[in-house]
């Protein structure tokens, strides 16, 4: 099964993300990182906002959200009501997220390796196609 397959490779990939985080000594994971560039495009989101924007459950967004409260790449405002915080990324956060942004990037082009343009467009055309059957819009 294809998807099956996709599944396989999205794990092996944030595994390999996550090692290349650890060699070069970064304090995030690639979650944690995904949260992070979610914040460094629109700062001050909510934690339902962030969890639509990385398409993420809301409980899996907690988790992670409490464990970078804890390291201090965020900060919270307005702490009555967990749901209605709004998140924001500090400094340190910032310098984290685009030193893991690189990290990722020069993952990507590992990973793409010997793999042709054309070929690369075709697949994510029709992965973009998949998502859509499925009733989600890109």
Do not use: M, W
Not at 28 to 57: C, K
Not at 59 to 80: A, F, M, N, Q
Request: charged letters at 25%.
């Amino acid at each position: 099964n294809i998807f099956i397959e996709i599944y396989k490779t999205a794990k092996a990939y944030g595994s390999f993300v996550n090692k290349q985080l650890q060699v070069a000594q970064s304090c995030i994971s690639y979650e944690q990182f995904i949260i992070l560039n979610s914040l460094l495009q629109q700062n001050g989101q909510s934690q339902i906002q962030i969890s639509i924007h990385v398409e993420r459950d809301k409980s899996s967004v907690t988790r992670i959200l409490d464990t970078l409260e804890t390291r201090t790449p965020i900060d919270r405002k307005v702490k009555e009501d967990r749901r209605k915080n709004r998140i924001f990324i500090t400094h340190f956060g910032k310098q984290e997220a685009l030193k893991a942004k690189k990290i990722v990037n020069d993952t990507d082009g590992k990973t793409l390796l010997n793999i042709d343009e054309v070929t690369f467009k075709r697949f994510k055309n029709s992965l973009i196609k998949i998502t859509c059957n499925l009733g989600h819009n890109l």
